[in-house]
Nanobody, 117 residues
Framework: QVQLVESGGGLVQPGGSLRLSCAAS????????MGWYRQAPGKQRELVAG???????NYADSVKGRFTISRDNAKNTVYLQMNSLKPEDTAVYYC???????????WGQGTQVTVSS
């Protein structure tokens, strides 16, 4: 079993920054992908960014150039640095972990990010 604990959400003005963190614990294999999805009210959950254990990253087009995902393998922690935030970034952000060998996917509890003046 894998547990994911998120932190770092909150209220920020447009143009501001936030940093989300997600720490994983439990039965984690060497090869896994971690990242973030988000879900805004009335919309489907969408992938924001992901990073492999080897450090390869992918981003949604809407956040490229503004968000940066990184990870600390020693701490099993992934970070999402969000800059130049826009009101349309407002959503609940969910951390996920995908164990490659089993294709099992785990989710965090979600953290609210609100971008508003």
């Amino acid at each position: 079993q894998v547990q994911l604990v998120e932190s770092g959400g909150g209220l920020v003005q447009p143009g501001g920054s936030l940093r989300l963190s997600c720490a994983a614990s439990g039965s984690i294999f060497t090869l896994y992908v971690m990242g973030w999805y988000r879900q805004a009210p009335g919309k489907q959950r969408e992938l924001v960014a992901g990073i492999t254990s080897g450090g390869s990253t992918n981003y949604a087009d809407s956040v490229k150039g503004r968000f940066t995902i990184s990870r600390d393998n020693a701490k099993n922690t992934v970070y999402l640095q969000m800059n130049s935030l826009k009101p349309e970034d407002t959503a609940v952000y969910y951390c996920y972990l995908l164990v490659v060998v089993t294709s099992s996917k785990y989710w965090g509890q979600g953290t609210q990010v609100t971008v508003s003046s």
